[in-house]
């Protein structure tokens, strides 16, 4: 694969932990795929690169008995149409076993504005779906159409909720917290920006850097996302840690300035999250970090930013975890 191709691949998809990337040209040949998405699907890259997906998972059929198409990416490269963050459950390549996936795909058009490069961006949630069944059904309801209010008006937001939400149960895990605090971890991460729906889309997608007054718009969603949960009952800690989540370790955050352990400890693990997870992104202002990058600026503000004690474990989770796409994807152009 070309180097200009891997560039482009590297500026379109969310870089960061827990995301398989496979990308795919007209004729549904596989041209990159990464560790990940090997791990995720049970498959060795030399089996599948350069050869075609359909005829390989599916017996050369586009579509299933139903009608569908063989998945999101199948679905994208013969029609051109873009997704973001479909919930499907699709059967592991490698395996005989189904797993729930939230994919994304985006096309790579040539120079003439022909699609040329279908890029799927692949996150396992079955342990999302399996907190969700824990949870009350209304409750979840609840949180989805919230999700849902927020993806309609900016879905940069609705993408880094989820990235936050894999970040934060992957931490939490590392850390062999309760099964009741990675819930709790998982369902912050899913509704931190909340307090956003009620922002103006010119401000959201502001593609230059934000007035004072702008900015201080902003800084009032932590506070607003509280308010609204806490007309659940049963979300009064959820809100609590919401609330929290842009407070500083040095005490010069918002909305109350609170300092060091006085900040909920989901809402400090948050902090780290949400910060590396909008460093690493494509956003439409400013160019992406990359994962070395975004950590060095996670161990710089230890102290001040970032709570010191978790910020090292963050760094070691990452690093052990080393599912960096853009590393990979230099890897396989050198």
Same mark, same amino acid.
């Given at each position: 694969?070309?180097?200009?191709?891997?560039?482009?691949?590297?500026?379109?998809?969310?870089?960061?932990?827990?995301?398989?990337?496979?990308?795919?040209?007209?004729?549904?040949?596989?041209?990159?795929?990464?560790?990940?998405?090997?791990?995720?699907?049970?498959?060795?890259?030399?089996?599948v690169?350069?050869?075609?997906?359909?005829?390989i998972?599916?017996?050369?059929?586009?579509?299933?008995?139903?009608?569908?198409?063989?998945?999101?990416?199948?679905?994208?490269?013969?029609?051109?149409?873009?997704?973001?963050?479909?919930?499907?459950?699709?059967?592991?390549?490698?395996?005989?076993e189904?797993?729930?996936?939230?994919?994304s795909?985006?096309?790579?058009?040539?120079?003439?504005?022909?699609?040329?490069?279908?890029?799927?961006?692949?996150?396992?949630?079955?342990?999302?779906?399996?907190f969700?069944?824990?949870?009350?059904?209304?409750?979840?309801?609840?949180?989805?159409?919230?999700? %849902?209010?927020?993806?309609?008006?900016?879905?940069?937001?609705? @993408?880094h909720? *989820?990235?936050? =939400? !894999? +970040?934060?149960?992957?931490?939490?895990?590392?850390?062999?917290?309760?099964?009741?605090?990675?819930?709790?971890?998982?369902?912050?991460?899913i509704v931190?920006?909340?307090?956003?729906?009620?922002i103006?889309?010119?401000?959201?997608?502001?593609?230059?850097?934000?007035?004072?007054?702008?900015?201080?718009?902003? %800084?009032?969603?932590?506070?607003?996302?509280?308010?609204?949960? @806490?007309?659940? *009952?049963?979300? =009064? !800690? +959820?809100?609590?840690?919401?609330?929290?989540?842009?407070?500083?370790?040095d005490?010069?955050?918002?909305?109350?300035?609170?300092?060091?352990?006085?900040?909920?400890?989901?809402?400090?693990?948050?902090t780290?999250?949400?910060?590396?997870?909008?460093?690493?992104?494509?956003?439409?202002?400013?160019?992406?970090?990359?994962?070395e990058?975004?950590?060095?600026?996670?161990?710089?503000?230890?102290?001040?930013?970032?709570?010191?004690?978790l910020?090292g474990?963050?760094?070691?989770?990452?690093?052990?975890?080393?599912?960096?796409?853009?590393?990979?994807?230099?890897?396989?152009?050198?």
């Amino acid at each position: 694969m070309k180097k200009d191709i891997a560039y482009r691949i590297a500026q379109t998809i969310q870089t960061g932990l827990l995301h398989g990337v496979l990308v795919i040209d007209q004729e549904f040949k596989s041209v990159f795929l990464n560790h990940a998405l090997c791990d995720m699907w049970k498959i060795e890259q030399q089996d599948v690169l350069y050869r075609s997906v359909v005829d390989i998972f599916y017996n050369g059929n586009l579509k299933k008995v139903s009608g569908d198409y063989q998945g999101p990416l199948i679905q994208t490269m013969a029609t051109g149409q873009e997704l973001s963050a479909c919930e499907v459950y699709l059967n592991v390549p490698g395996s005989r076993e189904s797993k729930w996936f939230l994919v994304s795909t985006f096309i790579l058009r040539d120079e003439n504005g022909l699609p040329e490069y279908a890029v799927g961006n692949y996150i396992v949630i079955d342990k999302f779906k399996m907190f969700e069944t824990k949870l009350d059904a209304v409750n979840m309801n609840i949180i989805k159409a919230f999700c %849902k209010a927020i993806g309609v008006r900016d879905m940069y937001t609705m @993408q880094h909720s *989820e990235n936050v =939400a !894999a +970040l934060i149960v992957g931490l939490t895990e590392y850390m062999k917290l309760s099964a009741s605090e990675v819930t709790m971890a998982y369902l912050a991460g899913i509704v931190h920006d909340v307090g956003k729906i009620g922002i103006s889309e010119e401000i959201l997608n502001k593609p230059s850097r934000l007035t004072e007054a702008e900015y201080e718009i902003i %800084k009032r969603h932590p506070r607003k996302g509280a308010d609204i949960l @806490q007309e659940v *009952e049963e979300f =009064a !800690a +959820l809100a609590q840690i919401v609330r929290h989540h842009h407070e500083r370790y040095d005490g010069k955050g918002y909305p109350l300035g609170l300092q060091g352990e006085s900040i909920p400890w989901i809402s400090r693990m948050l902090t780290i999250c949400d910060a590396y997870d909008a460093m690493t992104s494509m956003r439409c202002y400013c160019e992406p970090h990359s994962i070395e990058e975004a950590l060095i600026e996670i161990k710089e503000c230890a102290g001040r930013q970032f709570d010191p004690f978790l910020s090292g474990i963050f760094i070691d989770f990452i690093r052990e975890c080393n599912f960096e796409v853009g590393n990979q994807l230099a890897a396989e152009n050198t």
